[in-house]
Nanobody, 124 residues
Framework: QVQLVESGGGLVQAGGSLRLSCAASGGTFRTYAMAWFRQGPGKEREFVAAISWSGVVTADADSVKGRFTVSRDNAKNTVYLQMNDLKPEDTAVYYC????WGRGDSLQDEYEYWGQGAQVTVSS
Protein backbone atom coordinates (compact mmCIF):
# COMPACT_ATOMS: atom_id res chain seq x y z
CA GLN A 1 0.00 0.00 0.00
CA VAL A 2 1.41 3.36 -1.06
CA GLN A 3 0.58 6.59 0.75
CA LEU A 4 0.93 9.88 -1.11
CA VAL A 5 0.98 13.29 0.55
CA GLU A 6 0.97 16.51 -1.46
CA SER A 7 2.35 19.82 -0.18
CA GLY A 8 3.30 23.23 -1.49
CA GLY A 9 -0.08 24.54 -2.55
CA GLY A 10 -1.31 28.02 -1.72
CA LEU A 11 -2.43 31.37 -3.04
CA VAL A 12 -0.38 33.12 -5.71
CA GLN A 13 -0.89 36.02 -8.08
CA ALA A 14 -1.15 35.48 -11.81
CA GLY A 15 2.32 35.18 -13.34
CA GLY A 16 3.76 33.71 -10.16
CA SER A 17 5.23 30.30 -9.44
CA LEU A 18 4.67 27.42 -7.05
CA ARG A 19 6.27 24.05 -6.60
CA LEU A 20 4.15 21.13 -5.48
CA SER A 21 5.71 18.11 -3.83
CA CYS A 22 4.28 14.63 -3.39
CA ALA A 23 5.99 12.41 -0.84
CA ALA A 24 5.44 8.67 -1.16
CA SER A 25 5.75 6.00 1.50
CA GLY A 26 4.91 2.35 1.89
CA GLY A 27 6.16 1.13 -1.46
CA THR A 28 9.18 0.98 -3.76
CA PHE A 29 8.93 4.45 -5.18
CA ARG A 30 11.30 3.93 -8.09
CA THR A 31 8.99 1.29 -9.56
CA TYR A 32 6.04 3.66 -9.88
CA ALA A 33 5.10 6.01 -12.66
CA MET A 34 3.86 9.23 -11.09
CA ALA A 35 1.37 11.73 -12.38
CA TRP A 36 -0.33 14.98 -11.48
CA PHE A 37 -4.01 15.60 -12.08
CA ARG A 38 -6.13 18.59 -11.13
CA GLN A 39 -9.77 19.41 -10.54
CA GLY A 40 -10.91 22.99 -10.90
CA PRO A 41 -14.13 24.39 -9.40
CA GLY A 42 -17.11 22.84 -11.13
CA LYS A 43 -14.89 20.82 -13.45
CA GLU A 44 -13.95 17.20 -13.84
CA ARG A 45 -10.52 16.01 -12.80
CA GLU A 46 -8.03 16.31 -15.64
CA PHE A 47 -4.53 15.14 -16.45
CA VAL A 48 -1.64 17.57 -15.99
CA ALA A 49 1.67 15.72 -16.35
CA ALA A 50 3.31 12.33 -15.82
CA ILE A 51 6.75 10.81 -15.42
CA SER A 52 7.60 7.15 -15.87
CA TRP A 53 9.27 4.96 -13.27
CA SER A 54 12.56 5.53 -15.09
CA GLY A 55 12.27 9.32 -14.97
CA VAL A 56 11.15 10.01 -18.51
CA VAL A 57 8.45 12.65 -18.84
CA THR A 58 5.90 10.84 -20.91
CA ALA A 59 3.09 13.30 -21.24
CA ASP A 60 1.88 16.71 -20.23
CA ALA A 61 -1.33 18.46 -21.02
CA ASP A 62 -1.36 21.09 -23.77
CA SER A 63 -2.71 23.66 -21.33
CA VAL A 64 0.46 23.50 -19.22
CA LYS A 65 3.15 22.84 -21.82
CA GLY A 66 6.06 25.22 -21.43
CA ARG A 67 4.86 26.36 -18.01
CA PHE A 68 4.75 23.25 -15.80
CA THR A 69 7.54 20.72 -15.30
CA VAL A 70 7.27 17.34 -13.59
CA SER A 71 10.34 15.72 -12.03
CA ARG A 72 11.16 13.08 -9.46
CA ASP A 73 13.84 12.35 -6.89
CA ASN A 74 13.90 8.64 -6.18
CA ALA A 75 16.32 9.11 -3.29
CA LYS A 76 13.70 11.27 -1.55
CA ASN A 77 10.66 9.27 -2.70
CA THR A 78 9.21 12.50 -4.01
CA VAL A 79 7.72 13.79 -7.24
CA TYR A 80 7.50 17.50 -7.98
CA LEU A 81 5.43 19.79 -10.15
CA GLN A 82 7.09 23.12 -10.85
CA MET A 83 4.43 25.58 -11.99
CA ASN A 84 5.49 28.85 -13.60
CA ASP A 85 3.55 31.70 -15.17
CA LEU A 86 0.43 30.64 -13.33
CA LYS A 87 -2.95 31.75 -14.63
CA PRO A 88 -6.32 32.03 -12.85
CA GLU A 89 -7.53 29.03 -14.86
CA ASP A 90 -4.86 26.92 -13.14
CA THR A 91 -6.84 27.27 -9.90
CA ALA A 92 -7.65 23.73 -8.79
CA VAL A 93 -6.99 20.97 -6.32
CA TYR A 94 -3.89 19.16 -7.52
CA TYR A 95 -3.55 15.43 -6.95
CA CYS A 96 -0.57 13.16 -7.36
CA UNK A 97 -1.08 9.53 -8.35
CA UNK A 98 1.05 6.38 -8.62
CA UNK A 99 1.00 3.48 -11.09
CA UNK A 100 3.27 0.49 -10.42
CA TRP A 101 5.61 -0.10 -13.39
CA GLY A 102 3.53 2.38 -15.32
CA ARG A 103 4.57 4.24 -18.44
CA GLY A 104 3.10 7.51 -17.24
CA ASP A 105 -0.23 7.50 -19.07
CA SER A 106 -2.76 10.29 -18.94
CA LEU A 107 -5.63 7.95 -18.06
CA GLN A 108 -6.82 8.21 -14.46
CA ASP A 109 -7.88 4.56 -14.36
CA GLU A 110 -4.23 3.49 -14.78
CA TYR A 111 -3.30 4.86 -11.34
CA GLU A 112 -3.85 2.74 -8.25
CA TYR A 113 -2.91 5.23 -5.54
CA TRP A 114 -3.92 8.84 -5.00
CA GLY A 115 -3.06 11.61 -2.61
CA GLN A 116 -5.58 13.81 -0.83
CA GLY A 117 -4.84 16.85 -2.96
CA ALA A 118 -3.33 20.30 -2.54
CA GLN A 119 -5.24 23.51 -3.23
CA VAL A 120 -3.70 25.99 -5.67
CA THR A 121 -5.43 29.32 -6.07
CA VAL A 122 -4.27 31.88 -8.62
CA SER A 123 -5.62 35.40 -8.28
CA SER A 124 -5.90 37.78 -11.23
Amino acid sequence: QVQLVESGGGLVQAGGSLRLSCAASGGTFRTYAMAWFRQGPGKEREFVAAISWSGVVTADADSVKGRFTVSRDNAKNTVYLQMNDLKPEDTAVYYCAADRWGRGDSLQDEYEYWGQGAQVTVSS
